[in-house]
Each structure stands twice: as structure tokens, then as C-alpha cells.
């Protein structure tokens, strides 16, 4: 959640445009996101407040939830892909916004626990992070199921030097991907780490040069969206449920999952093709 102090680190005035991944196709008439279908099965979601490095505010966070609710209930869609720009996936939180708030307005209103819909697609959600994640940058690519990151990238959770602490999730998701110590000292220092330093903690699967890295997120995208959608997402489900549960309550889930998919079309359909040595044509049912 952090913007405004950190100016300092940007130096050059940073120029309006619009992301490598919005040149594919026209935008849906959302104010603060271009929305796009640059590949079969997959929505790409563009955060666009170039002036302010895609600083996360209400507005923004309304658009990018509608998005994505949209997406989740189409079934043409498989897959999701949230970007930046190759300067900034998202600086932080909007503090202009935030700046007056009390503790009653943001208790009573039960301030950014809106930011956490992206958790509760059901459909994979692929995060490409280029330039700057800080703060709720940071935890809003958390929220993906699958994070790549562009070279130059920089992630942080440095609310610490606003006074609060992480809001939207950094405190938690944070410490569970990378670990307690590693975790503890960023949030408590403020300090940043890079692309290869996120890559070897295990916080991002992949590290592309940026103007590779939204063609590279949509071709995994495309890849999951070319599978059973019924499958995917039972997948997603079983990974998602065993990280809050112990060993076994975990196993038992994944098996009762493993079961209900001899239920569908796609599971008859996919062992079909395996055996007749063609490509599955799955549909979902």
C-alpha cells in the first residue's frame, strides 16, 4: 500500500501508455481496466491508471472485480491473466484515498476486504507482474494462483513506512509462500526484493524479459483454458483447500474431488482419446 512515498525512486516522469497486452483487441467500457481476449479460453485484464503507476484504489478494485466475475461465469473463458503496464503491475494502494480515513470509517465500511474477490474465482487466475508490485501490488499477485514476473520486476510490502501494515493479505500470504524469517523482515523493514530473488523463494514460478512476459502468461493461460474446465478447477480447489487444512483432511478432500470427476463427460471423453491416441475435445460437462 504504498505510492506516494515512494517517489524518490521515480526519477523520470513516467509517460501515459498503454500495456504491451491491451494492443491485441479493444477494451470493455471499464474505467480503470482494459479487458481483452488475446487467446482462446482467456481473458486478459490490463489495470490501466497509467499517471498514478496503477495505484489501487476503489474504483479500480470495483472494476477489476466486476472483470473477473464476468470472466468466472462466462463459459467461453477458461482462464484469467491480470497485468500492468511494463513500469508498474500496481504501486500500491491508492494513499490519497486513504490519507483521511478514520478507524471507525474504515471498521464500519470494512475497508479493502473487497480487494480479496479475486480468491473466489473459480477459474485459474494467472498474475504477470512487470515493474513495481508494492504493497497492495504485492497482494493483489499474491491473490493469482500462478504469478510469472518480468526481469526488471520489484516486489515489497512496505506499509511499514506509512505507519500501518499490510491490509489485503500481505501479513499472511506473504509469510505462507516464502516463509516466516524472510517474511517477518520485509514487512518489518519495508525493504524490496527483485524478480530472481521472488523466483528463488518460490513466490513466482517464472522470470521472462518484459516485453516477453504477458505472451508467455497467455500461453500458459491458453494451455490450462485447452484442458477439462470441470478438472482445472477441481485442481485449483484441492490445492487451495490443503493449504488450510492438515495432511490428511487435505488427502480426504482430493480424493472425494478425484471421485465426483468420474461423474463427467470430460473424464470419459479424456481417457477415450488417451486410448484412441487423438487430442481429448473436452466440454466442460
Not at 498514478?52 to 464476468?70: Q, V
Request: some cysteine; glycine content about 8%.
Amino acid at each position: 500500500m504504498l505510492i506516494s512515498t515512494l517517489r524518490p525512486y521515480f526519477t523520470r516522469q513516467f509517460r501515459p501508455l498503454i500495456s504491451h497486452a491491451a494492443r491485441y483487441y479493444s477494451t470493455t467500457p471499464y474505467e480503470n481496466i482494459l479487458a481483452s481476449n488475446p487467446a482462446p479460453g482467456v481473458t486478459l485484464l490490463t489495470l490501466n491508471r497509467p499517471k498514478s503507476l496503477n495505484a489501487l484504489s476503489t474504483p479500480l478494485i470495483l472494476d477489476l472485480n466486476a472483470a473477473m466475475r464476468e470472466a468466472d461465469s462466462d463459459p467461453a473463458v477458461g482462464t484469467i491473466v491480470i497485468t500492468g503496464s511494463e513500469k508498474a503491475f500496481a504501486a500500491g494502494a491508492d494513499i490519497k484515498e486513504m490519507k483521511h480515513k478514520t478507524f471507525a470509517d474504515v471498521y464500519e465500511h470494512s475497508f479493502i476486504e473487497n480487494w480479496s474477490e479475486a480468491t473466489r474465482v473459480k477459474k485459474p487466475v494467472l498474475a504477470a507482474v512487470n515493474g513495481y508490485a508494492l504493497g497492495g501490488g504485492c497482494e493483489l499477485a499474491m491473490m493469482a494462483d500462478i504469478i510469472y514476473a518480468g526481469e526488471k520486476a520489484v516486489f515489497g510490502q512496505p506499509e511499514i513506512k506509512l505507519g500501518i501494515i499490510p491490509g489485503a493479505g500481505g501479513t499472511q500470504r506473504l509469510t505462507r509462500l516464502i516463509g516466516k524469517s524472510r517474511a517477518m523482515e520485509l514487512i518489518l523493514t519495508g525493504k524490496t526484493f527483485g524478480a530472481q530473488q521472488a523466483l528463488e523463494w518460490g513466490l513466482v514460478s517464472a522470470v521472462f524479459p518484459p516485453e516477453q512476459l504477458v505472451d508467455e502468461a497467455v500461453k500458459t493461460a491458453s494451455m490450462i483454458a485447452g484442458n477439462g474446465r470441470l478438472a482445472v478447477q477441481a485442481a485449483k480447489e484441492a490445492v487451495n483447500y490443503g493449504l488450510q487444512v492438515g495432511l490428511d483432511q487435505g488427502l480426504l478432500h482430493e480424493r472425494r474431488l478425484f471421485h465426483s470427476l468420474f461423474a463427467t463427460e470430460d473424464q470419459k471423453e479424456g481417457m477415450t482419446a488417451f486410448i484412441e491416441k487423438r487430442a481429448a475435445k473436452f466440454k466442460g460437462k
